[in-house]
C-alpha cells in the first residue's frame, strides 16, 4: 500500500481528499508509504537489489526485502514520527493508519 490510496477516490479518479482540505486549512499534513512500494522501492544501501541480474546481487536483494511487518511497525513508523517531529519542529503528532499502516 502507498500513499496514493489516500488520493485517489472510489472509482479511481482524483477527488480533493479530506487531507488536501486539512493542508489547506494550514494543518501540516504528511503521507507515506510503506517499503517495497512504487513510491519508496530505491534504496541507496542496495542501488543493484532489484536489478534483472538476481543471481549476481543475490545478498543484496536479500538483505534489502529480509524484513517482517513487526518491523515496519517497531522501525519504519517510529521513524517517520521522529523525521516528521524534527523536520516541523512540532511535538506531537495525530496519526491516521489504514490497513497496513495500522501495523
Do not use: C, H
Not at 472510489?10 to 501540516?28: K, N, R
Not at 513487526?70 to 517531529?85: C, F, M, N, R, S
Not at 512540532?90 to 499502516?101: I, K, P
Amino acid at each position: 500500500m502507498d500513499a496514493e490510496i489516500w488520493v485517489r477516490s472510489s472509482d479511481g479518479g482524483w477527488d480533493m481528499p479530506a487531507f488536501f482540505a486539512l493542508a489547506d486549512q494550514g494543518y501540516d499534513v504528511w503521507l507515506g508509504n510503506d517499503r517495497g512500494t512504487e513510491y519508496s522501492n530505491v534504496n541507496p544501501r542496495w542501488p543493484n537489489a532489484d536489478s534483472n541480474d538476481l543471481s549476481a546481487n543475490e545478498a543484496e536483494n536479500y538483505a534489502k526485502y529480509n524484513w517482517s511487518w513487526y518491523d515496519q511497525g517497531k522501525e519504519d513508523l517510529p521513524a517517520v514520527l521522529d523525521e516528521i517531529i524534527a523536520v516541523s519542529g512540532n511535538s506531537r503528532v495525530s496519526y491516521v493508519g489504514y490497513s497496513q499502516g495500522t501495523v
